[in-house]
């Protein structure tokens, strides 16, 4: 299992400014996801942070607007970038590991909830 | 269509009903089948999982995989206020896959 530190847990900003998010792991793993996810809303895959490359992008989301950091293997950062009110979310880290029975189990942060003014 | 698809919910049903949740997909890869639980201000969290059809059963869960039909649904016997949460489907092709997730349905039970 994996355990996930995730901060700031919540904040509010003004529109324009630039807000980074951090994920702090507690074992090594290859890869991390970060998720958007509106309040009652479906999970969206924004990207995977890779360590040592550059972050893999889901369509509809660009590295100008959500640059991802990677320094190693335990640690990632989000940024949302010149935020709108449109930006307004949870934002979650996520990882995936060999759980029950070797499973791939996802495990995820607390989130982060964004709120843009 | 979508790969997966999930009952929209939300739904709200008394202390004590029976709760179906149900997911469809349309990937006839998938090989595991799971259901995570996501309390409000939490990330989810895995609730229970089956390989390849059939039922499976953990205390008042019961969770069933129709292969041939890309239909699986989650039971919630005797519900409680406690389990006032979303429900995510989500599939493995692989034990080593990246997890794919379904929508979720916002359950509350009302005491």
């Known amino acids: 299992s994996a355990v996930i530190s995730q901060k700031p847990s919540r904040d509010i900003c003004q529109r324009g400014t630039s807000l980074t998010i951090q994920c702090q792991v507690d074992?090594?793993?290859?890869?991390m996801f970060w998720y958007r996810q509106q309040p009652g809303q479906s999970l969206t895959l924004i990207a995977t942070?890779?360590?040592?490359?550059?972050?893999?992008?889901e369509s509809g989301f660009v590295i100008d607007k959500f640059p991802i950091s990677r320094p190693n293997l335990t640690f990632s950062t989000l940024t949302v970038s010149n935020m709108s009110p449109e930006d307004s979310s949870i934002y979650l880290c996520?990882?995936?590991?060999?759980?029950?029975?070797?499973?791939?189990?996802?495990?995820f942060g607390q989130g982060t909830r964004l709120t843009v003014v | 269509q979508k790969e997966v698809e999930q009952d929209p919910g939300p739904l709200s049903v008394p202390e004590g009903a029976i709760v179906s949740l149900n997911c469809t997909y349309s990937?006839?890869?998938?090989?595991?089948f799971m259901w995570y639980r996501q309390y409000s201000r939490k990330g989810p969290e895995l609730l229970m999982y089956?390989?390849?059809?059939g039922n499976k059963e953990d205390g008042r869960f019961t969770a069933q995989v129709d292969k041939s039909s890309k239909y699986i649904s989650l039971f919630i016997r005797d519900s409680q206020p406690s389990d006032s949460a979303t429900y995510l489907c989500a599939f493995l092709k692989t034990s080593y896959d990246k997890v794919i997730f379904g929508p979720g349905t916002s359950l509350s039970v009302i005491p």
């Open positions: 074992s090594q793993v290859t890869m």
């Open positions: 990937n006839s890869a998938f090989q595991y």
């Open positions: 942070a890779n360590q040592g490359s550059e972050a893999t992008y």
């Open positions: 089956t390989y390849s059809s």
């Open positions: 996520s990882v995936e590991d060999p759980g029950e029975g070797a499973l791939t189990e996802a495990f």
